[in-house]
């Protein structure tokens, strides 16, 4: 098959697979009724439309970041660390802990403090698979799944039984303190003039106090951290020796033994590492945006950080772009629940097909592209 | 397909030109590099003809036009004198062609009669097929001695009995012109010769046989012509009775080689290693090496002689730090530990033990990496390599890569291009740069020359020599019995995980120790 050129590869091919979902998006759309010019322009305004907008899309991508990045150490140590959720609940698990225990007085204390649990937790709950793997064999596609349930289960134990405050219904933490409140977007300086409300007559809304009113979005400073993740990354695997081992060991575990990598170290490091930052996600959802921990908090995010870390091609650049487009399909798709007929059923089918042509069938866009190269070039 | 029964040849328009094969202009490029230019050749009916190239010499891309994997950018293929095209493999069958691969395409769990009727099979049910394949397997084995059991799982035959079955599937599917390429990369001296045996029937039944190898005396011993290819072009199509080794070898480098070593006696010294009673256990607990004793001394080549699979990988692997072994290892008048964490390939690097692996493909590079990440492959704590703390020093490291590829001749001398789209003889020529580099006390070395092309393994022979003149210590194992007699200085035979004797070079000859190899032959 003929090499394409690098800008095809990683420009080109995205965007068509992208582009073909998109058609068969919108022939889904016209076989249920809709039009799927509207249906666009209400996911692009819902997702991208605002300042609002973008608070939502940019909140959500912040967790596909972390779920995508733990999924890509794993898997450049070549292993599928497919039931990272439960890692991500244990850290949820970390950060209410942390954020419970202490009346913070600051709210970056907390972050560091909050951030410490959420890996720790994350990792010890990634060690024992990890270690199974490490001397034992045991598959880590299954036993991180199995610790996916246990994690679920102990999740509820503990919120209805030993974090509930007494008198309160739902199995649920108790709201964190004030001191662990971290900024959201439109708290932070810099960013806040964007979240301004206006009335009705284009003048700024303003408060009991005379103060300016801003629009609440759940985008907080975890979107930075992700940034810095990803950067944390990306040197990690391909400026330490500590990366340069991992890769090798998920290229060729033989050859990985042959140069002195030691398997155990590697899997139980990567699968740390993983953990970790599937727990760190905690950051974003539980302390970022519900500040109490409930059930389910990571619902969902893992198998998208799945998909984020196949389309991103394992790099982290890659990486934080599909976090976003995926933000935007998750935003926008429940726009489209909310201001049209469309099901928000249409948003999982829409990631599905997404997921399908970068991830799947992107071979198939790579080999057509391919042989039209090839064709250029010979004449 | 409709098969016919063996005796319908190629109908009619045959006999018309007597060449099986004709190309001309046969041009195809990747990119911008030209591995194929303006190749003519024709291969007259009924002959063995060779095609000899080093590596990346365009021999396969040739062979992988004529069976329809590729398509040429422009050039003319003609078969019994009419022109075809080809552009996939079923177009390829039907003109008559059928290609054994140096890699098998062989369903490992079904039998030899399943696998040759797999995609030519009469219709959705198998039975009337598989009685026909059946007789018809029958036949070719009386006729041309390739006798296999038709019932036989594959994953249950030798090497040279799965080549035979891609030969019979080859026949099977009629191919009146056969291709194999490379076809004794993997066969024992034994089962090559009962393969040229079997080629040789094949051409006097009036096939035509392409044998595309870079061993020189195959293509003397076996081929009526020979064409060599050097860098894309067809440099010259020669009778095999009016040419030579010494001619072939310097048509194919396009400069004189030299086939013999030189070496000067050795200047042995003190005891590097000393090994007693080593022995390893494979993963199902069958011991495979029983206890070997030896030594080896400084400025000394000590070669280890002996059929693949007889304890050789594991004597490297054990010495190498990759295999768990008990016994005694003795390096440099230490005791290196043979179980445990402590024992593995990092340790021995430091300890002065460099490993030039069998299996350079899947032990010694990561084929994915780039040249680059190569040269750091077990060496990636190395202080040369290291920014500060925390980082690696890319930029050292490529430069010392690119050093290392000019001081041992690598092609192309480009760093950061990834070890698989290097030829065989220069990825083998990376990693004996890596561990030779590091001036090692002990070199371990297997099957250095294993698909390597031949003014590469010339170099190689000589860097050989050269850490040996330097007063270092080499174990030497491979299969070739030629490069055994030509290296080493002493040789240890080895059988079924045992040594069988020690031979001085001088005194001894092939057939003893092939004798030896066999299992005959006393201490």
């Given at each position: 098959?003929?090499?394409?050129p690098?800008?095809?590869d990683?420009g ?21 009724g809709q ?7 209400v ?27 733990a ?6 140590a070549?292993l ?6 439960g ?9 209410a ?34 270690y ?14 199995m610790?996916?349930?246990?994690a679920a ?18 199995p ?7 001191g ?5 977007f ?11 409300r ?7 809304r ?6 300016p009113?801003?629009?609440?979005v ?8 992700a ?14 020796r ?5 890769r ?7 050859a ?6 030691s ?23 539980v302390?970022?945006?519900?500040e ?15 998909a ?26 429940a726009a ?12 999982t089918?829409v990631?599905g ?15 057509l592209?391919?042989?039209f ?7 | ?5 063996l ?18 202009g046969?041009?195809?490029a ?22 000899i ?10 062979m992988?036009i004529l069976?329809g994997?590729?398509?040429?950018d ?16 079923q ?12 890699h ?19 219709g959705?049910m ?9 007789k018809?397997?029958?036949d ?6 390739l ?6 799982l ?8 799965q080549?035979?079955?891609?030969i019979?599937k ?21 089962e ?18 392409v044998?595309?190898t ?5 293509i ?18 020669v ?8 001619a072939l ?8 080689v ?13 005891i ?35 059929v ?7 004597l ?12 005694v ?25 460099a490993?030039v ?8 590079l ?8 190569n ?7 190395d202080?040369?390599?290291q ?9 050292a ?11 041992y001749d ?6 950061t ?10 990825q ?8 030779m580099d ?11 020359t ?25 174990l ?13 200085d002493?040789?240890?035979?080895m ?14 000859n ?14």
């Amino acid at each position: 098959m003929t090499k394409l050129p690098t800008w095809a590869d990683v420009g080109l091919v995205p965007l068509i697979s992208l582009t073909l979902a998109a058609l068969v998006s919108a022939g889904v759309l016209l076989a249920i009724g809709q039009s799927p010019m509207q249906a666009l322009s209400v996911m692009v305004n819902g997702a991208l439309g605002s300042s609002y907008a973008w608070g939502y899309t940019l909140y959500y991508a912040t967790s596909f970041i972390f779920t995508g990045l733990a999924v890509t150490v794993a898997f450049h140590a070549g292993l599928f660390n497919i039931g990272g959720e439960g890692q991500a609940q244990l850290g949820g698990l970390g950060v209410a802990l942390v954020c419970l225990a202490l009346p913070w007085p600051h709210w970056t204390i907390a972050l560091v403090a909050a951030m410490f649990g959420a890996a720790l937790f994350g990792a010890a709950w990634a060690a024992i698979p990890a270690y199974l793997q490490a001397k034992r064999g045991s598959p880590i596609v299954i036993t991180t799944i199995m610790f996916k349930y246990i994690a679920a289960a102990l999740l509820i134990y503990l919120l209805v039984n030993v974090l509930r405050p007494d008198g309160q219904m739902d199995p649920a933490s108790a709201n964190f303190p004030a001191g662990a409140h971290v900024p959201q977007f439109q708290e932070i300086p810099i960013l806040q003039g964007l979240f301004q409300r206006f009335g009705a007559d284009g003048l700024p809304r303003l408060n009991a106090e005379g103060l300016p009113m801003y629009q609440q979005v759940p985008a907080n400073v975890t979107f930075f951290i992700a940034i810095a993740a990803c950067v944390l990354v990306w040197v990690m695997l391909w400026h330490t020796r500590l990366g340069y081992a991992i890769r090798a060991f998920g290229k060729s575990e033989k050859a990985a033994v042959y140069a002195g990598i030691s398997p155990l170290r590697i899997i139980m490091i990567a699968m740390l590492i993983s953990g970790a930052l599937a727990g760190l996600m905690a950051i974003n959802n539980v302390m970022g945006q519900a500040e109490r921990l409930v059930q389910n908090s990571a619902s969902g995010a893992w198998f998208i950080g799945i998909a984020v870390a196949l389309m991103g091609r394992n790099h982290p650049l890659g990486i934080f772009l599909a976090a976003v487009l995926f933000g935007f399909l998750f935003q926008g798709g429940a726009a489209l629940g909310l201001e049209t007929d469309i099901p928000i059923e249409l948003r999982t089918v829409v990631q599905g097909l997404v997921i399908l042509f970068t991830g799947a069938l992107d071979q198939m866009v790579r080999m057509l592209l391919g042989a039209f190269f090839a064709k250029k070039g010979a004449t | 397909m409709a098969a016919a029964d063996l005796g319908g040849r190629q109908a009619t328009a045959a006999l018309t030109s007597p060449y099986a094969i004709e190309l001309k202009g046969i041009s195809k490029a990747f990119g911008s590099v030209q591995a194929n230019k303006d190749i003519n050749i024709a291969i007259p009916r009924g002959t063995i003809h060779g095609i000899i190239g080093e590596n990346g010499a365009g021999k396969s891309t040739l062979m992988s036009i004529l069976y329809g994997f590729y398509r040429a950018d422009s050039g003319q293929i003609l078969v019994n004198g009419a022109p075809v095209t080809i552009p996939d493999s079923q177009s390829a069958i039907r003109a008559g062609i059928g290609m054994v691969f140096q890699h098998f395409k062989l369903v490992q769990n079904f039998t030899v009669l399943e696998n040759v009727i797999l995609g030519a099979e009469d219709g959705p049910m198998l039975n009337s097929s598989l009685a026909k394949a059946r007789k018809i397997l029958g036949d070719l084995s009386r006729e041309y001695e390739l006798d296999v059991d038709p019932d036989a799982l594959i994953e249950n035959l030798s090497v040279g009995h799965q080549q035979r079955v891609e030969i019979l599937k080859a026949l099977y599917r009629q191919a009146e012109i056969l291709i194999l390429d490379e076809p004794t990369g993997v066969l024992t001296p034994d089962e090559a010769d009962h393969l040229f045996r079997i080629l040789r029937g094949l051409r006097d039944q009036g096939k035509t046989i392409v044998l595309i190898t870079h061993k020189l005396r195959e293509i003397m011993e076996t081929t009526d012509n020979v064409s060599v290819m050097r860098r894309g072009t067809m440099v010259a199509t020669v009778k095999t009775t009016e040419t030579s080794p010494e001619a072939l070898a310097e048509l194919m480098v396009g400069r004189k080689v030299l086939l013999e070593v030189v070496k000067n006696p050795a200047k042995s010294g003190e005891i590097i290693l000393s090994v007693k009673d080593l022995a390893v256990k494979d993963e199902h607990g069958v011991t495979r090496l029983k206890g070997v004793s030896f030594d080896i001394r400084a400025g000394e080549i000590l070669g280890i002689a002996g059929v693949a699979g007889n304890g050789q990988s594991e004597l490297l692997e054990a010495l190498g730090g990759i295999a768990p072994a008990s016994g005694v290892v003795v390096l440099n008048g230490a005791e290196l530990p043979l179980t445990g964490p402590r024992a593995n390939g990092k340790a021995r690097r430091d300890a002065g033990i460099a490993h030039v692996p069998e299996d350079r493909q899947s032990l010694g590079l990561i084929m994915d990496f780039a040249a680059w990440e190569n040269v750091a492959f077990g060496y990636h704590d190395d202080p040369r390599y290291q920014k500060n703390a925390w980082l690696m020093d890319n930029d050292a490291l490529r430069a010392d890569t690119a050093a290392k590829m000019a001081t041992y001749d690598v092609r192309p001398p480009i760093p950061t291009l990834a070890a698989k789209s290097f030829s065989g003889g220069n990825q083998q020529k990376l990693v004996v740069a890596r561990e030779m580099d590091r001036n090692p006390d002990l070199l371990l070395i297997g099957q250095p020359t294993r698909g390597v092309d031949i003014g590469a393994i010339e170099f190689i022979h000589k860097q050989i020599i050269a850490l040996r003149d330097a007063g270092k210590a080499v174990l030497l194992v491979s299969v070739e019995l030629d490069e055994i007699m030509s290296l080493s200085d002493r040789v240890l035979v080895m059988f079924d995980g045992q040594i069988m004797g020690e031979r001085l070079p001088a005194q001894t000859n092939e057939r003893e120790l092939g004798m030896m190899m066999a299992g005959m032959g006393a201490k």
